[in-house]
């Protein structure tokens, strides 16, 4: 069935205006005027969905952490409209048939679309022909014999830039910004690479240098050091120099991800030498960075570029734009101040929360549906963005 819906529209030349746009499961018509099935509210701008393409989703043995359910959710009521999810579950998806497996258990229960990632692993001809965003290649993988084969794969790699060893440091100051550029640098002849979680401006302008795509996370730029279990996150938060650095990064950067890390509140209460690193932020992302198109520091044609157009690009996707043929995915925000918590994850705790915003994800709407509406998240089904017969 095919709707109307009205309001202002982020139309893909990259002007707002008062439009009309008519989807079922994909954009059909845009036009001036129509008689409507949904109005926007008056404050309201309808913008592409946001793409998220760093997600801890867990499930599997870590159903304790985080779900399918749980995390796809949190991602509705964030304005992600597409996520894509890390190989290191347990156990981890690095063969044919754990990305089967891993992509039955988002068909039943991701309420928003996803992709995923391979891990390094033996089969990488094999894991190249079913329906992958790419690979994720760990500082670990770097001393694999296999991560040679990912490398000269056309599919996407996705890099954790540290060198193998950097989690074996004991003191995690040593753990520092020259362990980024190494890595950067050891495959600095490889194509389709998009570096992962910057932590300085260094690391950006480099990977920008071998033409590589690069991507910061908020917590990075926002969290003040790291104190406790719950500003523990890898790789680990920098000094006040890089900190401020990393903020001019945002004008380089391709684009923005939570890097979503889920842990149980029993794992985040060991000591601060025990405790897995991670923050599980998912939502915070999209109303962060239009926030600061509210406070003047962005413009909406830059914050759209980072959360939706330019992750698509790197992706590969027909994703990100409000433009004919694409797919119905839309957010439609609302300036209005708002403090941060999470509301569907397992994760009740984040060094984000409480955070004063100005930008708020009023709904969403993934392959046409409703997926999220003043909070709540409607259990639709998302698709794999990657499957080409995906709306046959
Ligand atoms: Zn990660």
């Given amino acids: 069935m095919k709707l109307w819906i009205e309001g202002k529209v982020f139309l893909s030349e990259g002007n707002i205006e008062e439009a009309c746009i008519s989807f079922d499961r994909t954009i059909k018509e845009i036009r001036k005027t129509c008689k409507p099935d949904v109005t926007a509210p008056s404050d309201a701008i309808i913008l592409p969905a946001s793409i998220d393409m760093h997600v801890h989703v867990r499930d599997s043995q870590l159903a304790y952490k985080e779900t399918v359910k749980t995390a796809s959710s949190e991602a509705a009521y964030g304005g992600v409209g597409l996520l894509v999810d890390m190989p290191n579950t347990v156990p981890p ?100 690479i998009h570096i992962t979680h910057a932590t300085s401006l260094e690391t950006i302008m480099l990977a920008k240098k071998y033409n590589f795509t690069v991507d910061l996370t ?40 939570s890097d979503h890390a889920p842990h149980s509140n029993q794992e985040k209460s060991w000591c601060y030498e025990l405790c897995p690193p991670g ?72 060094p984000l929360d409480n955070y004063l915003l100005s930008a708020k994800p009023y709904m969403l709407i993934v392959e046409g549906k409703v997926a999220m509406l003043e909070d709540e998240v409607f259990p639709i089904r998302g698709v794999n963005t990657f499957d080409q017969n995906r709306r046959a």
């Fill in 93 to 192: 998806v690095n063969t044919p048939q754990r990305i089967v497996e891993r992509l039955r258990e988002f068909q039943n229960f991701s309420r928003v679309d996803y992709g995923i990632y391979a891990g390094v692993g033996k089969e990488i001809k094999e894991m190249e022909k079913y329906p992958i965003a790419g690979f994720k290649i760990y500082p670990q993988d770097l001393d694999k014999e296999e991560v040679y084969q990912v490398l000269e794969s056309s599919k996407l790699k996705v890099l954790h830039p540290e060198l193998p060893w950097a989690e074996r440091l004991a003191d995690r100051r040593l753990r520092d910004v020259w362990l980024e550029l190494s890595a950067v640098e050891l495959i600095k002849d490889y194509k389709r």
């Fill in 218 to 257: 908020p917590h990075h730029l926002l969290v003040n050091g790291e104190t406790d279990c719950l500003t523990k996150v890898n790789p680990p938060i920098r000094g006040y120099t890089e900190r401020e650095g990393l903020l001019k990064g945002l004008f380089y950067v391709d684009t923005v991800v």
């Fill in 279 to 350: 923050i599980a932020a998912v939502s915070f992302t999209t109303p962060f960075i239009y926030t600061l198109v509210k406070k003047g520091i962005l413009d909406f044609r830059t914050a759209v570029r980072l959360l939706a157009e330019n992750p698509a690009r790197i992706l590969g996707v027909d994703y990100g734009k409000i433009d004919v043929g694409y797919g119905a995915n839309f957010l439609i925000l609302r300036f209005q101040e708002w403090r941060y918590h999470t509301q569907y994850s397992k994760v009740t705790q984040t």
